[in-house]
């Protein structure tokens, strides 16, 4: 397994490791994602949801993956606490919309092209700690 990915809990390693034979495309993605955070920002990648079966999501068809964006509200102001705890890392704001253009050289939602205003492969959404930075591939990218 990739040195540089944690995960919320047990479950996302489980489903990460499904993710290579249900969506290889989805698995290369991430593992390229997390290799691009740490070599270029030293950043770990925190998977926080993978397969969420009956939502009206790509996370329903294995076709999106959430990764944690950091917030430093996390920690409270105790200086001892303020120690990453290696399964609260996540990625900056700033990371996640480099790795999306990186991503977008070379991999795209749909047999779009980039420039005919497809789906983006990173979305970053959410408030506060809610925030996470969501890996999507289209309908392409599994088998129906």
Do not use: C
Not at 60 to 73: E, L, N, T
Not at 119 to 134: D, F, K, P, S
């Amino acid at each position: 397994m990739n040195h540089t990915i944690n995960f919320k809990h047990g479950r996302q390693a489980e489903e990460f490791a499904l993710l290579r034979h249900k969506n290889p495309a989805l698995y290369a993605m991430v593992v390229a994602s997390a290799d691009f955070a740490w070599r270029e920002f030293r950043q770990w990648t925190t998977i926080t949801s993978i397969y969420r079966p009956g939502v009206d999501s790509v996370h329903a068809w294995w076709r999106g993956v959430d990764v944690r964006i950091y917030h430093p509200s996390r920690w409270p102001d105790d200086p001892v606490a303020k120690l990453r705890r290696e399964d609260e890392e996540g990625w900056s704001e700033e990371a996640a919309y480099e790795i999306a253009e990186w991503l977008d050289r070379w991999i795209w939602y749909d047999d779009a092209l980039p420039e005919d205003e497809g789906h983006e492969v990173i979305v970053v959404h959410g408030v506060g700690m809610e925030r996470h930075a969501h890996l999507q591939l289209g309908p392409w990218s599994v088998d129906t």
